[in-house]
């Protein structure tokens, strides 16, 4: 089909814009990158809560914990273990958890309910501990074996009160539950289909649980590093007592086993990343110790 110059069809153009409306749109995008910055949030960066932690409920976890804790507690007294509550350490350990329990809430609104307490064991082992829904342990020997100071067990406390903040037991249990769920009904097929022996898949099942574990346990490790640093930093603590704590535990843990054999980052490794991620917390820590 042919159309003659004789035709009333017309040539339509389009109006161009105004050229005044580049710079206002680059305006507009320029004011609402700095709006985004200056609400963007401060501190470490952790990304969010493991998806795997959903599959087990939160409250199934907690009340578990607190019975534990209970039970701990009981014979941790029928042994005399116990530490009370006007021990001077107690009441240092108490005095630091009022400090950063108030910047936990942010990470968890679960925490907000939490009955948190604080408790000291009479033991030699290096060890604390923070279990879901804010029931806190600390032993003995990590105080007198590290001699910690005020900042120090804030790094640890910190860190252990992470690990109930980030629902990292929460998670592994999800883990574990599709792990082995996974691995079983793998293991039914094959028994099926080829006559394995089902106790064989069984037991690869296990050691595919104990695999899974052992790569996230290094992930929550670090993790539960940072949140910690910066729960710290926020009560007032000096972030940089995590570089002096590592290097503590390092002297205190010679001959412990490579960083791939264990669920825990080597102290060269924690130490690197600590350093790394004390310019997103010092702010944090000037500004707490202005107040």
């Given at each position: 089909m042919k159309f003659d110059s004789g035709s009333d069809c017309q040539h339509r153009v389009t109006p161009k814009r105004p050229v005044w409306w580049m710079p206002l749109m680059a305006l507009t995008f320029s004011l609402f990158a700095i709006a985004q910055d200056a609400y963007a949030r401060e501190g470490v960066d952790v990304g969010n809560t493991s998806s795997f932690a959903k599959l087990v409920p939160a409250e199934q976890v907690e009340r578990s914990a607190a019975?534990?804790?209970?039970?701990?507690?009981?014979?941790?007294?029928?042994?005399?273990?116990?530490?009370?509550k006007d021990n001077a350490q107690v009441q240092r350990l108490r005095a630091i958890a009022q400090k950063i329990i108030p910047f936990a809430l942010e990470w968890n609104p679960r925490a907000r309910n939490w009955q948190w307490e604080v408790n000291l064991i009479g033991s030699s082992q290096i060890n604390a501990y923070c279990m879901p829904g804010g029931k806190i342990a600390f032993y003995t020997g990590i105080l007198q074996q590290l001699q910690l100071t005020d900042d120090e067990v804030a790094m640890v406390m910190g860190h252990e009160i992470a690990?109930?903040?980030?629902?990292?037991?929460?998670?592994?249990?999800?883990?574990?539950?599709?792990?082995?769920?996974?691995?079983?009904?793998?293991?039914?097929?094959?028994?099926?289909?080829?006559?394995?022996?089902?106790?064989?898949?069984?037991?690869?099942?296990?050691?595919?649980?104990n695999l899974l574990t052992l790569e996230f346990?290094?992930?929550?490790?670090s993790e539960a590093?940072?949140?910690?640093?910066?729960?710290?930093?926020?009560?007032?603590?000096?972030?940089?007592?995590?570089?002096?704590l590592w290097q503590k535990m390092g002297a205190a843990s010679k001959g412990a086993p490579p960083q791939w054999l264990s669920t825990h980052p080597s102290g060269k490794t924690r130490i690197a990343e600590i350093q790394a991620n004390l310019p997103k917390v010092m702010p944090l820590y000037e500004r707490a110790r202005a107040r």
């Open positions: 019975q534990q804790y209970l039970q701990m507690l009981t014979q941790a007294d029928s042994k005399r273990a116990l530490a009370p690990h109930a903040l980030r629902e990292h037991a929460r998670e592994r249990m999800g883990k574990s539950a599709v792990t082995h769920g996974a691995a079983r009904i793998g293991g039914a097929l094959a028994a099926s289909f080829f006559g394995i022996d089902p106790r064989l898949t069984d037991g690869i099942a296990s050691g595919g649980a346990g290094r992930e929550d490790e590093d940072l949140v910690g640093m910066e729960l710290a930093a926020r009560a007032g603590f000096d972030p940089r007592a995590g570089v002096t």
